[in-house]
T-cell receptor, first 115, second 116 residues
Framework: AQKVTQAQTEISVVEKEDVTLDCVYE???????LFWYKQPPSGELVFLIR??????QNEISGRYSWNFQKSTSSFNFTITASQVVDSAVYFC????????????FGGGTRLMVKP | GAGVSQSPSNKVTEKGKDVELRCDPI?????LYWYRQSLGQGLEFLIY????????KSGLPSDRFSAERTGGSVSTLTIQRTQQEDSAVYLC??????????????FGPGTRLTVT
């Protein structure tokens, strides 16, 4: 069975602070894919990144960076110099190759960035 | 280009009535998914369509739920004899046919269903 855990249900920061959202996953598959989605107040899930299990390189995109560590089954997401527009619920998700094509989502982390 | 669209955006129905929710995937996307987002259960997979293959219905919570996809494009999720626990946001997603980007799912705005 696949499982994604986002232990932080809610995080509040002040603008310009850095913040890291944690994601821990469980799967028996050796080939899998990890994702982050953003759900702003408007409600639509926005795709942010996909990571393959065989590629442990970290990735940076502007103020966003992702740290994938297979040794700890974690795929953490860091926002540098947070902005009010970053306020949203962030979901980590897993797609395991031998477990169908669906995404298994974590419970989400609500990030509030205050001015 | 146009994203995934869903209609209606909001639906209020009485307990026991049937409802139909519609999803238009991104043009050219062959895979289509339905998920449900509720306060108690988070985001749950419901059903998956890929081309002309038999759908993966493993996430449907009961036989009151069904879905079809006509012509490999538009999909309709039907809930019969709605119950209050069916109240949730129903999300549709689609993904391309090939390449590693086929694993990326692009979501619509959802239909908020309220059963009174």
């Amino acid at each position: 069975a696949q499982k994604v855990t986002q232990a932080q249900t809610e995080i509040s920061v002040v603008e310009k602070e850095d913040v890291t959202l944690d994601c821990v996953y469980e799967t028996r598959d050796t080939t899998y894919y990890l994702f982050w989605y953003k759900q702003p107040p408007s409600g639509e899930l926005v795709f942010l990144i996909r990571r393959n299990s065989f590629d442990e390189q970290n990735e940076i995109s502007g103020r966003y960076s992702w740290n994938f560590q297979k040794s700890t089954s974690s795929f953490n997401f860091t926002i540098t110099a947070s902005q009010v527009v970053d306020s949203a619920v962030y979901f980590c998700a897993l797609r395991a190759n031998n477990a169908g094509n669906m995404l298994t989502f974590g419970g989400g982390t609500r990030l509030m960035v205050k001015p | 280009g146009a994203g995934v669209s869903q209609s209606p955006s909001n639906k209020v129905t009485e307990k026991g009535k049937d409802v139909e929710l519609r999803c238009d995937p991104i043009s050219g996307h062959t895979a289509l998914y339905w998920y449900r987002q509720s306060l108690g259960q988070g985001l749950e997979f419901l059903i998956y369509f890929q081309g002309n293959s038999a759908p993966d219905k493993s996430g449907l919570p009961s036989d009151r739920f069904s879905a079809e996809r006509t012509g490999g494009s538009v999909s309709t999720l039907t809930i019969q004899r709605t119950q209050q626990e069916d109240s949730a946001v129903y999300l549709c997603a689609s993904s391309p046919n090939s390449g590693v980007s086929s694993y990326e799912q692009y979501f619509g705005p959802g239909t908020r269903l309220t059963v009174t």
